[in-house]
């Protein structure tokens, strides 16, 4: 199966909000699907071209490949992609800033924690390299009003962990911090 068959397929794993007949969005697709399943797969390699001037081509390309898949154009560019690395804890972080969601469900950022410690080197088996993937993303409460959601995905489960921080990068990278004390 190919990085985006299951977006092809009547019963996509893992569920996707439906907004309408149409499937995912490409704002939803990029960043819990196309992107985690890229960060989790080879997380050092991901890492590494996120925090590079190849960036934008690459959020491009993948970009480019979820429009097709989803036979739609995307509702923005790559250009409107911020890339931010940072730390977390000790672990090297990137943090995506996606374009502002529109829909529930969609993510204001998406963030790739490479659990290596830069003291300690690399394993030397990359397989034994772990990475954890969170989102923060637009919800809404009961009563109607904008919220934020923290979650956190492996390869095929997606872990709600209630009401997230403001949509601002340092309280997103705060959050995140907490699971790791």
């Not at 985006?4 to 907004?19: H, M």
């Not at 491009?60 to 923005?76: T, Y």
């Amino acid at each position: 199966m190919g990085i985006f068959d299951f977006l092809k397929r009547g019963n996509p794993s893992p569920p996707v909000p439906q907004v309408d007949n149409d499937g995912p969005s490409a704002h939803y697709a990029l960043a819990h699907i196309a992107l985690r399943k890229t960060a989790l797969d080879d997380p050092l390699r991901c890492l590494a071209i996120l925090d590079s001037p190849q960036a934008k081509s690459f959020i491009a390309a993948i970009l480019e490949s979820v429009s097709r898949l989803i036979e739609r154009p995307a509702e923005f560019s790559a250009q409107m992609i911020e890339v931010h690395p940072v730390n977390v804890n000790n672990y090297p972080c990137v943090i995506v800033e996606m374009p502002e969601p529109s829909e529930s469900g969609q993510a204001h950022f998406a963030a790739l924690v490479v659990l290596v410690n830069s003291k300690n080197g690399l394993p030397p088996n990359s397989q034994q390299l772990r990475a954890r993937y969170f989102t923060l993303e637009k919800g809404l409460s009961h009563d109607g009003q904008s919220r934020t959601v923290f979650a956190e995905w492996d390869r095929s489960t997606h872990m709600n962990y209630g009401d997230g921080p403001e949509p601002t990068i340092e309280a997103f990278v705060g959050r995140i911090e907490t699971l790791f004390k």
